[in-house]
């Protein structure tokens, strides 16, 4: 049987046990979100020997090459050794500066990274508020023009992350663990074709930034943001939406609550096969985008969607 060494400990585990689920029987809380590769919470590096890695893709070479991997993505095949991700040591201090209700339950966080942080509207950042509590949340800032990281926290459903948000004062210190390049992003090349946002819930993070980046790139095809929400009082940044569809003919925009939605979806009509789509919010809400615009006939490789997948 393999052995593991980790923090001090050392214990046999069974060939071929998922790593995460190993290091957590063991009581090191290791943080989770997805199970899927996808979050980048639960990031180990390997000092000693190897692990059978199903997803080596999920990391840049220089991080596989640093000896970091995703323990949920990881089988244990040998002895290893291991140091866990740190947020201390690992991660970046960034300062709240600001941390406002922009809904019922849609909390906006504003954060001053330690150092200057290089990204692009639509990555996704893990953010760390303890040793083993981190959630992966999409950037809805747009870089080179706000002074701070922006994150808005869908504060629904009670959670550990979101309940230690609630608590969260301007110049509290958090951690900031990986950037992710999720799917979605604007590419000065769709600069004349029609551009569809189709958000749900705290979906419309990411592609709030992403609109605000067509639009500095003075995106000239027809711009429709569509945003869907449980009720009228959850669209968020209604406000902020209509100031810029003010501000520039081209754009449209429709906020829609869940029982409209279907209504709308059914009515969506191509006006262009270079209609380029981009997708956020729930497994559900993506699917029912993704397979209307599928019936109107936008072209599968035409169509981007980050899913908001729930805590397994």
Same mark, same amino acid.
């Given at each position: 049987?393999?052995?593991?060494?980790?923090?001090?400990?050392?214990?046999?585990?069974?060939?071929?046990?998922?790593?995460?689920?190993?290091?957590?029987?063991?009581?090191?809380?290791?943080?989770?979100?997805?199970?899927?590769?996808?979050?980048?919470?639960?990031?180990?590096?390997?000092?000693?020997?190897?692990?059978?890695?199903?997803?080596?893709?999920?990391?840049?070479?220089?991080?596989?090459?640093?000896?970091?991997?995703?323990?949920?993505?990881?089988?244990?095949?040998?002895?290893?050794?291991?140091?866990?991700?740190?947020?201390?040591?690992?991660?970046?201090?960034?300062?709240?500066?600001?941390?406002?209700?922009?809904?019922?339950?849609?909390?906006?966080?504003?954060?001053?990274?330690?150092?200057?942080?290089?990204?692009?509207?639509?990555?996704?950042?893990?953010?760390? $508020?303890?040793?083993? *509590?981190?959630?992966?949340?999409?950037? /809805?800032? %747009?870089? !080179?023009?706000? #002074?701070?990281? +922006?994150?808005?926290?869908?504060?629904?459903?009670?959670?550990?992350?979101?309940?230690?948000?609630?608590?969260?004062?301007?110049?509290?210190?958090?951690?900031?663990?990986?950037?992710?390049?999720?799917?979605?992003?604007?590419?000065?090349?769709?600069?004349?074709?029609?551009?569809?946002?189709?958000?749900?819930?705290?979906?419309?993070?990411?592609?709030?930034?992403?609109?605000?980046?067509?639009?500095?790139?003075?995106?000239?095809?027809?711009?429709?943001?569509?945003?869907?929400?449980?009720?009228?009082?959850?669209?968020?940044?209604?406000?902020?939406?209509?100031?810029?569809?003010?501000?520039?003919?081209?754009?449209?925009?429709?906020?829609?609550?869940?029982?409209?939605?279907?209504?709308?979806? $059914?009515?969506?009509? *191509?006006?262009?096969?270079?209609?380029? /789509?981009? %997708?956020? !919010?729930?497994? #559900?809400?993506? +699917?029912?985008?993704?397979?209307?615009?599928?019936?109107?006939?936008?072209?599968?490789?035409?169509?981007?969607?980050?899913?908001?997948?729930?805590?397994?």
């Amino acid at each position: 049987m393999p052995e593991l060494h980790v923090a001090g400990q050392s214990w046999s585990v069974s060939s071929a046990s998922n790593l995460l689920d190993a290091l957590n029987a063991a009581g090191l809380r290791v943080p989770y979100s997805c199970r899927a590769g996808s979050c980048h919470a639960c990031l180990v590096r390997c000092v000693r020997g190897e692990v059978e890695n199903a997803a080596p893709e999920a990391l840049s070479p220089e991080r596989l090459a640093e000896g970091w991997r995703l323990a949920c993505q990881c089988r244990v095949v040998d002895e290893l050794t291991l140091e866990l991700f740190d947020p201390a040591r690992d991660g970046l201090p960034a300062t709240v500066v600001a941390s406002d209700w922009l809904s019922p339950s849609v909390l906006r966080l504003r954060l001053q990274p330690g150092k200057a942080l290089r990204y692009s509207a639509g990555q996704h950042l893990v953010l760390w $508020a303890g040793a083993a *509590l981190a959630r992966p949340y999409s950037l /809805a800032s %747009l870089p !080179g023009e706000d #002074a701070w990281l +922006e994150f808005h926290l869908d504060c629904r459903q009670p959670g550990a992350f979101s309940d230690a948000a609630r608590q969260f004062q301007p110049g509290d210190v958090l951690r900031l663990g990986e950037l992710r390049g999720g799917a979605l992003h604007y590419d000065p090349d769709w600069h004349s074709r029609p551009l569809w946002l189709l958000a749900a819930g705290t979906g419309l993070a990411p592609l709030w930034g992403i609109l605000r980046e067509a639009l500095r790139q003075q995106h000239e095809g027809p711009i429709r943001v569509l945003h869907v929400a449980h009720d009228s009082s959850e669209h968020y940044l209604a406000e902020a939406l209509r100031a810029l569809a003010a501000a520039h003919p081209q754009l449209q925009v429709e906020l829609l609550t869940a029982t409209e939605l279907a209504a709308v979806l $059914a009515e969506l009509k *191509l006006v262009s096969r270079q209609t380029r /789509a981009l %997708l956020c !919010g729930s497994p #559900a809400s993506v +699917e029912s985008f993704a397979r209307r615009l599928y019936l109107a006939g936008v072209p599968r490789n035409q169509v981007l969607a980050d899913v908001f997948l729930p805590r397994a």
